[in-house]
């Protein structure tokens, strides 16, 4: 009698094993999750091609060292590489065709009409740019904050998780939008005409970490009263590896899935700053500046000015928004 031996097992990738999970497959399934991503994605190839998109002008092609605007469609020269990777900060003047304060309709020379004489089409494409920028910093920037303070707060307790609670109490006595605008015009005081990516950047960091440090800090209370923690102390682990390599990582669901609505929620803040003036210098390309220079024409004639700038604003909150809640019931254990 002859034994075969069992055909061996193939070791499943650790990809394979994340794209054929649970999680994976409930966000699959969801069709306006999978939608809210492929706008999403489709905003970054703007965001990424924005160059090639709106050709640049004036003196971003100076300080790209070109004479033509068609140079930058030339993948083997170095203006296509530099507009798409590392643009100067002139390609992001928006390009004003007229210092008539009247808007123009849509047509061959604008294709979005013009508002206070800059061209609505450039500054919407490169207005992409800077939404990505300032959101994936901001959410970045937070999220770190907010997950080591968290963190810290929910392992120790005792006196320094009151002592953080109570801070983060304070911060919650003021709605974010407001202390955002007050930490930004302190900040702004110093250097009225300067760059203000930096102070809004700031702002926002100051006044949104408290959310995520209060969401980690709910998960790591739960985590840390798991068997594999008290295993992995039992063996000599120093607090910093329970909370880096065990705690952490095991509390980052909610916390995730907070940072994805963020990306959604924060162009719109900027907008306000924008629209408040208390954002960038008047002609940067971004999405609030068109939206402020529409303020005076809020008229059915000139809908343009208005409709298209809303549109983008819109339309982006709402992909990360249907994304966000898709994968936040995808990462929920009791909706599966």
Same mark, same amino acid.
């Given at each position: 009698m002859t034994i075969t031996a069992p055909a061996p097992t193939r070791e499943r990738s650790?990809?394979?094993?994340?794209?054929?999970?649970?999680?994976?497959?409930?966000?699959?399934?969801?069709?306006?999750?999978?939608?809210?991503l492929i706008i999403t994605l489709l905003f970054g190839l703007v965001a990424l091609f924005a160059p090639l998109?709106?050709?640049?002008?004036?003196n971003c092609l100076r300080d790209l060292n070109i004479a033509s605007p068609n140079e930058v469609y030339n993948p083997l020269g170095g203006a296509f590489w530099r507009a798409v990777v590392a643009p100067p900060a002139s390609c992001y003047a928006i390009e004003r065709l007229s210092f008539s304060s009247t808007p123009t309709p849509p047509g061959q020379e604008a294709v979005f009409g013009t508002s206070n004489?800059?061209? @609505?089409?450039?500054?919407?494409?490169?207005?992409?740019?800077?939404?990505?920028?300032?959101?994936?910093?901001?959410? *970045?920037?937070?999220?770190?904050?907010?997950? @080591?303070?968290g963190a810290v707060s929910g392992y120790y307790g005792g006196w320094v998780d009151n002592l953080i609670q109570r801070f983060i109490d304070v911060l919650f006595a003021l709605?974010?939008?407001?202390?955002?605008?007050?930490?930004?015009?302190?900040?702004?005081?110093?250097?009225?005409?300067?760059?203000?990516?930096?102070?809004? @950047?700031?702002?926002?960091?100051?006044?949104?970490?408290?959310?995520y440090a209060r969401v980690v800090r709910g998960d790591v209370l739960r985590t840390r009263q798991l068997?594999?923690?008290?295993? *992995?102390?039992?063996?000599?682990?120093r607090d910093w590896r329970l909370i880096l390599k065990h705690v952490v990582p095991n509390s980052l669901a909610s916390v995730l899935t907070l940072a994805v609505l963020?990306?959604?929620?924060?162009?719109?803040?900027? *907008?306000?700053?924008?629209?408040?003036?208390?954002?960038f210098e008047s002609?940067?390309?971004?999405?609030?500046?068109?939206?402020?220079? *529409?303020?005076?024409?809020?008229?059915?004639?000139?809908?343009y000015v208005l409709v298209f700038p809303a549109l983008f604003i819109v339309i982006f909150s709402l992909a990360f928004n249907l994304f966000g809640d898709g994968l936040r019931d995808a990462l929920d254990p009791k909706s599966r």
């Open positions: 650790r990809w394979n094993l994340f794209w054929t999970g649970p999680a994976m497959r409930k966000l699959r399934r969801n069709r306006l999750a999978v939608t809210g998109i709106a050709k640049p002008g004036g004489g800059y061209n @609505i089409f450039y500054g919407l494409i490169w207005g992409t740019r800077t939404t990505f920028k300032m959101s994936f910093i901001i959410v *970045a920037i937070t999220l770190l904050i907010g997950v @080591i303070i709605p974010p939008l407001i202390l955002t605008v007050v930490l930004l015009t302190i900040l702004r005081a110093k250097s009225p005409g300067g760059d203000p990516t930096g102070p809004i @950047i700031l702002a926002f960091c100051v006044a949104g970490w408290a959310s068997e594999y923690v008290d295993a *992995a102390r039992s063996l000599g682990a963020d990306l959604g929620t924060i162009p719109l803040s900027v *907008a306000a700053l924008s629209f408040l003036g208390l954002g002609g940067y390309a971004e999405w609030g500046q068109l939206v402020e220079f *529409a303020r005076p024409w809020l008229k059915p004639d000139y809908w």
